[in-house]
């Protein structure tokens, strides 16, 4: 074979594949997962065992030159000192040889990156939702993975095993042929492989450098407005006027009969009690396992369903506009909570965002989370003040336009296509680009206080401070201040 040689046209994929283990390789498995969760909780407990000292040392009076000094957290670090520790340590010493170096670097390496997001969440230079320190995993509750990046990581020639370092030869449960072919062809060089159990089934991914062409779309001059929802999951409306309507699946709808029989056969067992040790019996685990089949069926039903639909838009339009959804808002409201989450807002934009960037010729443009484009005529542009939920047609007052309500926003979004084009903001691809803001009255992307203003306080000279300027005021302090670990 002809050595490997990356090119501009190469991109980095993943190729997954169900496994087939007997029960000696399943118990290899299961053991090299574990060994990655021992060895972040090493990590973790190592780590944070000088900042305790610290804090102990600091109620004494000592001071700070002569404290404990931090213990580093990067992977080298962690690495250097688990291979000192391993010998003696009596967590590892017996059995820290059955497994593979790559199973202890798992781990290590998911500490090293959950204490720099820590690190980097607390100096406010990490975007989202504000992150704690890392915390030990369950042998209970913890996912169950491991990554190879060294050693014998190949297919098999007959397509139908894979092999791995010290789990030896696994049989795949359906054919490697997409991968295969391509490693033949001097088009695919694999770069890892990562083993998972879910939804009760051992995978096995690789992660590979693949060369691929330039993929040309069906309508390359075509931009489509996509407007998502719970009753129909989406409605297209393209710059051509066409209008098409996705109709919501309904995977778990369906099978809630099924799982109402099955959580009751369930319930009716005796199940595990970590109260008093008590050990589930055969007939719960049997009951709780076909409840568990339930639920599987419908993740691999919605998630099949999600991408025949985002590669059938991926595959036919130059443009794709899609809105910034609150999701994770949306379903804490509790009588659409249910149906949100089956829908899978947040799935469908993250798979269009992956799939139209290996597409050189497509972009995304993202709507701003404030644009009302269910508000907004299509036909004028005339802006409506309200527009409740449960008015599903839009009617405007200056035209007289009466349209469905998700057909005008579809048709709203796809009219953003025009200003991404001449402002260049809001494509996927850009990564230092916002997404396309549209304010047609002004707003100012802030809650409004409806409530009267309280009175100011005899010791504040400034008066009352609004919800957003208190939240302004502190996220501003915590980008001030250094990093405080406690």
């Not at 490997?4 to 007997?22: E, T």
């Not at 059938?312 to 804490?332: H, I, K, S």
């Not at 409201?333 to 992956?354: H, K, P, S, T, W």
């Not at 300027?469 to 990093?483: F, G, I, K, S």
Request: charged content about 30%.
């Amino acid at each position: 074979m002809k050595k490997f040689h990356p090119q501009s046209g190469f991109v980095v994929q993943a190729f997954r594949f169900a496994l087939d283990p007997n029960a000696s390789q399943e118990h290899a498995l299961r053991s090299h997962c574990g060994a990655a969760r021992a060895a972040y909780n090493w990590a973790v407990g190592w780590v944070t065992a000088s900042w305790w000292q610290r804090r102990a040392e600091e109620t004494y009076g000592i001071a700070e030159a002569s404290l404990t000094q931090w213990r580093p957290w990067s992977l080298p670090a962690l690495r250097k000192a688990f291979n000192q520790a391993k010998t003696t340590d009596p967590r590892f010493a017996a059995w820290w040889e059955d497994n593979s170096k790559e199973a202890y670097n798992t781990g290590l390496a998911g500490a090293a990156a959950a204490f720099d997001n820590y690190a980097k969440s607390k100096n406010g230079k990490r975007k989202g939702r504000k992150m704690g320190a890392p915390r030990f995993k369950s042998k209970r509750k913890a996912r169950l993975a491991c990554r190879f990046t060294t050693g014998t990581i190949r297919v098999g020639a007959d397509g139908r095993h894979v092999t791995l370092p010290r789990l030896g030869t696994l049989r795949v449960h359906e054919p490697t042929s997409k991968l295969l072919d391509r490693v033949k062809a001097q088009a695919a060089r694999i770069l890892s492989a990562t083993v998972r159990l879910e939804r009760g089934r051992w995978f096995v991914s690789f992660q590979a450098e693949v060369k691929r062409d330039l993929e040309r779309v069906a309508r390359p001059d075509v931009a489509v407005g996509i407007d998502l929802g719970v009753k129909t999951l989406a409605v297209m409306a393209d710059s051509t006027g066409e209008i098409r309507a996705v109709a919501n699946p309904g995977h778990y709808d369906a099978a809630r009969k099924k799982l109402r029989r099955a959580s009751r056969v369930v319930s009716r067992r005796q199940g595990p009690d970590r109260r008093t040790g008590r050990q589930p019996s055969r007939r719960w685990e049997k009951a709780n396992a076909a409840r568990n089949k339930v639920h599987h069926r419908v993740a691999n039903l919605r998630e099949n369903a999600l991408h025949k639909l985002t590669t059938a838009v991926a595959a036919e339009y130059g443009t794709v506009v899609v809105e910034d959804l609150n999701v994770a808002g949306m379903v804490r409201n509790r009588r659409l909570a249910r149906r949100v989450a089956d829908a899978g807002f947040g799935e469908i934009r993250r798979q269009l965002d992956y799939k139209m960037r290996q597409r050189h010729t497509t972009r995304l443009v993202t709507a701003d989370r404030w644009y009302p484009s269910s508000k907004t005529c299509s036909g004028c542009g005339a802006v409506k003040a309200k527009l409740p939920l449960h008015i599903r047609i839009y009617e405007c007052d200056a035209c007289g336009l009466v349209i469905d309500r998700d057909n005008n926003a579809a048709l709203n979004l796809a009219a953003l296509a025009a200003a991404a084009c001449t402002t260049g903001t809001g494509v996927a691809g850009d990564q230092d680009t916002a997404p396309v803001v549209s304010k047609p009255r002004g707003a100012d992307q802030k809650t409004r206080i409806t409530r009267p203003r309280r009175k100011a306080s005899a010791g504040r000279a400034g008066g009352t401070t609004l919800p957003h300027q208190r939240q302004e005021e502190a996220r501003d302090r915590t980008q001030a201040e250094p990093l405080t670990l406690w």
